[in-house]
């Protein structure tokens, strides 16, 4: 019997639109929020003014916290000003000063709830800002003791020190002892002074005062040694001068004493007191804000009773309802659902069902009726297009194997080259080596043949062996040391090209392998080289990525900027670019490039002379490592017959992926974003 009157409750209410029946739902809530906005509003007004009170209260007890920690702050401002005096530092005690005594006065004293209370707290306050007036004047005093009576005759018992040893003459007179003795307690006595001045240790302290004693018994010593006048007058002027330094040194005891004193007694004691007053003060502040908040709490319970209970009475009568204008609803949707899922499913010979019916809903299933016929002709349309678009697929495929393959030729082709150049460089030094060995070689059976004849060797032909085997060795040292370096070079520089990994290395000693590697192409073609690489650039990177950038732009320059032997300057500098950034500029006053050329440098496949072997993958290679592996940014700056300058500007720690140079990880090709250029 449940199915057939839902059925016929679901007929009447499909009978009336569906923003109608939504809009019946609308009205009874509508009734509910204005019955409860009448019992909140009452509550309301309680609930202001309990909460008034809790605002109140937290905001004194703000006032308390600054006032505390400006007040612990200020402290702290004094006792760094009584190590390290300085203007700025009091410049902040000043104004930090200024700022308690406005909290006070401004806003303690104005605060409904602190008003009359802080009358404690300000006599503390006082007290304690007055006392570092009164400590500021004794630092100035112990600065002006320690400057005239400690510094002054210090510095006039160092000169007379200076005086007694230019009198001495020399280091075996019968002073000499003693006055060396004096000298290093007078060195001692004056690095525990200073220390004991900085940092009030009493070692120091102990330290200067056992050290001035030493130099008052050596003087009397010097006394009966001195061999002359100026040495008695001056050791006489030394005695004066320590017993003041002595006195110099009780009085700054005494005055640092006094400071320890004002600092513990007025200063910490001052603050100890007023953070009391604040603490008593925050106490109140936490006994009123609980009333005023069992007040809030009482006021908010007896509300939220009220709203539980009409809102459970019109929640009944808003449920019934919705219920049944969701069946009227649902069921309906649920009919149109089902052939959704078996359109979805790819079953369009089902008919959808409801579309006789005059309602929004009827009116969506007609619109899915529509949506199934649609679909039947998008099939056949999808087929025609999923065959186009693997053939496409296959195509790219094969187009990007290409280009990847062309990419690694060119790169094996720049290193192969480096190769053969190297070879061909270290081939000298070691044909010299081999020829100097082999004269050694011959030279030493001669001089064994002329050793073990029967006639005398003599001086010369010995000294003519000995000069002979000398230069023989430092001419084999050096050519050995200059071909050990080229393949050290070379190493290094295949090493990292041939291994992407990330490691930090020193830009100027990687520039310097590079070009050592590079030194064969300029013996070829008239080609001066600049290198400007300061020392300390320290970068964590690729050296590979770098060495293959350096070198695709130097050949680039040789085959393209100078072509036909014409004769030039490269020059390749680097300077840091603030914190984290580096700037390379590789600049040549070659051939240039016209404005047509700049807008296309850095596209892969073009070349201006692929008629001469010319793949155009060199600057493209180069974009791509500086943009991707580096994470930096290439700019081009170029004038026909003026030359043309490559800027790099890459960060310290290189942003980019572990991929390979040149391609993404799924071996798509990664083509520039944009080419940066000048004309």
């Known amino acids: 019997m449940a199915a057939p009157v839902r059925a016929r409750v679901v007929g009447l209410l499909r009978a009336v639109p569906i923003r109608w029946r939504i809009l019946s739902i609308a009205a009874l809530n509508s009734a509910v929020v204005i019955v409860l906005a009448a019992l909140i509003w009452n509550g309301a007004q309680v609930l202001g003014s309990a909460w008034e009170d809790v605002r109140q209260v937290r905001e004194s007890d703000k006032i308390l916290a600054r006032l505390e920690s400006e007040t612990s702050r200020l402290q702290n ?25 406005g909290t006070l006065t401004r806003r303690a004293s104005t605060d409904p709830m602190l008003a009359g209370s802080v009358a404690q707290l300000e006599h503390s306050t006082e007290r304690f800002l007055n006392g570092f007036g009164e400590l500021r004047g004794l630092q100035t005093t112990i600065k002006k003791t320690y400057d005239e009576q400690v510094l002054a005759p210090a510095k006039d018992m160092a000169g007379l020190y200076s005086i007694i040893e230019g009198a001495t003459g020399h280091r075996d007179a019968l002073i000499w002892p003693s006055l060396g003795k004096s000298r290093e307690a007078f060195t001692a006595m004056l690095v525990a002074a200073n220390s004991y001045y900085l940092t009030l240790a009493a070692a120091s302290a102990e330290d200067a005062r056992r050290n001035t004693e030493t130099i008052e018994k050596t003087i009397p010593v010097m006394l009966d040694l001195a061999d002359n006048d100026l040495q008695r007058m001056a050791l006489q002027r030394l005695e004066t001068r320590t ?24 200063i910490d004691a001052s603050q100890a007191e007023a953070i009391g007053e604040i603490d008593e003060l925050s106490i109140k502040m936490r006994q009123r804000e609980q009333k005023a908040q069992e007040t809030f709490d009482r006021t908010l319970t007896d509300i939220s009773r009220r709203v539980l209970l009409i809102a459970a009475i019109f929640l009944g009568i808003i449920v019934a309802a ?29 008919e959808v069902q409801g579309i006789q019916a005059r309602d929004e809903v009827g009116a969506m299933a007609r619109a899915v009726e529509v949506f ?54 270290v081939n000298n030094p070691i044909g010299i080596s081999l020829t100097v060995a082999s004269s050694f070689a011959r030279r030493s059976e001669i001089f064994e043949t002329d050793l073990r ?64 590697s590079l030194r064969p192409v300029l013996k070829r073609a008239p080609i001066g080289l600049s290198v400007d690489v300061p020392e300390g650039l320290i970068i964590d990177g690729y050296p590979g990525s770098y060495g293959q950038i350096l070198t695709n732009l130097f050949l680039n320059a040789v085959s393209h900027a100078f072509a036909d032997g014409r004769s030039g300057t490269i020059a390749i500098s680097a300077r840091a670019r603030g914190a984290d950034d ?47 592996q580096l994470g930096g940014r290439m700019m081009l700056e170029s004038r026909l017959g003026q030359g043309t300058t490559f800027r790099i500007i890459m960060p310290r720690t290189a942003k980019g992926g572990d991929t390979t140079d040149e391609t993404l990880g799924d071996g798509t090709a990664q083509w520039p974003n944009r080419t940066m250029s000048s004309t």
Do not use: W
Request: charged residues 25%; aromatic residues 4%; glycine residues 6%.
């Open 453 to 516: 004849s029967n006639g005398a060797l003599r001086r010369s032909q010995l000294e003519e062996f000995v000069r002979t085997s000398r230069d023989a060795a430092q001419q084999l040292v050096a050519n050995l040391h200059r071909a050990a370096e080229l393949i050290q070079s070379f190493k290094q520089v295949a090493v990292d090209r041939s291994h992407a990994e990330r490691r930090q290395f020193n830009l100027s000693e990687a520039t310097d392998q590079i070009i050592a």
């Open 322 to 350: 919705g219920v049944l204008i969701a069946l009227s609803i649902r069921l309906p949707l649920q009919q149109i659902m089902t052939a959704m899922r078996a359109i979805a499913l790819g079953d369009y010979g089902r």
């Open 372 to 425: 199934r016929e649609n679909a039947i002709a998008k099939r056949k349309t999808e087929d025609e297009l999923r065959a186009s678009k693997e053939k496409a697929e296959s195509a790219l495929f094969e187009l990007n194997t290409a280009q990847q393959n062309l990419i690694d030729a060119e790169r094996l082709a720049a290193l192969g080259g480096l190769v053969a150049g190297v070879a061909h460089e």
């Open 243 to 266: 017993q003041a330094l002595q006195e110099g040194l009780t009085k700054l005891s005494e005055q640092l004493s006094n400071r320890t004193d004002l600092l513990r007694n007025t």
């Open 77 to 101: 401002l004094i006792h760094r000003y009584i190590n390290q005096p300085s203007s700025e530092l009091f410049a902040e005690i000043l104004l930090l000063r200024e700022a308690v005594l």
């Open 582 to 628: 580096v700037e390379i500029n590789f600049t040549d006053d070659g051939a240039g490039m016209t404005p047509d050329v700049q807008r296309q440098a850095f596209d892969p496949f073009f070349t201006t002379r692929r008629n001469e072997g010319g793949t155009g993958l060199g600057l493209h290679i180069v974009y791509n490592l500086v943009t991707q």
